[in-house]
């Protein structure tokens, strides 16, 4: 009999885990989905760019310590983190290479932006 019992509480709990988890998922899929509407068209070039450079914008920004993206601050900051990366000066060629793909990364997103921008008829960003 406590078998019994035992066994639907299980059943149970399953039934209850399962509409939470199917629930949840919903919910992610609705996000997800909501989030690609609202980056529009930029942001399918957006991702078509990190999947070719093997980084994310914000990974290239956190390289690159850039929390604005603009070209100033981008070439200024590769120079310096590039410089100091040089294995001629004790530096990291692994580190240096992944300054060098984070600045292409960044260059990446300002052409997508400035495209976007000449598209809608505005100036481009600074």
Do not use: C, W
Not at 25 to 48: C, I, K
């Amino acid at each position: 009999m406590e078998a019994k019992y035992l066994a639907q509480i299980i059943v149970m709990g399953v039934q209850v885990v399962g509409r939470a988890f199917a629930r949840a998922l919903r919910q992610e899929f609705a996000a997800s989905r909501a989030a690609a509407d609202a980056r529009g068209r930029a942001g399918h070039r957006s991702a078509a760019a990190s999947n070719l450079s093997g980084l994310s914008l914000q990974e290239a920004q956190q390289i690159l310590n850039v929390s604005k993206l603009s070209p100033e601050e981008v070439q200024k900051n590769y120079e310096h983190l590039f410089k100091v990366n040089d294995k001629s000066v004790g530096g990291s060629f692994y580190l240096q290479s992944k300054v060098v793909r984070a600045k292409e990364r960044l260059d990446e997103e300002l052409r997508i932006q400035a495209q976007e921008d000449r598209e809608k008829g505005r100036t481009p960003h600074t």
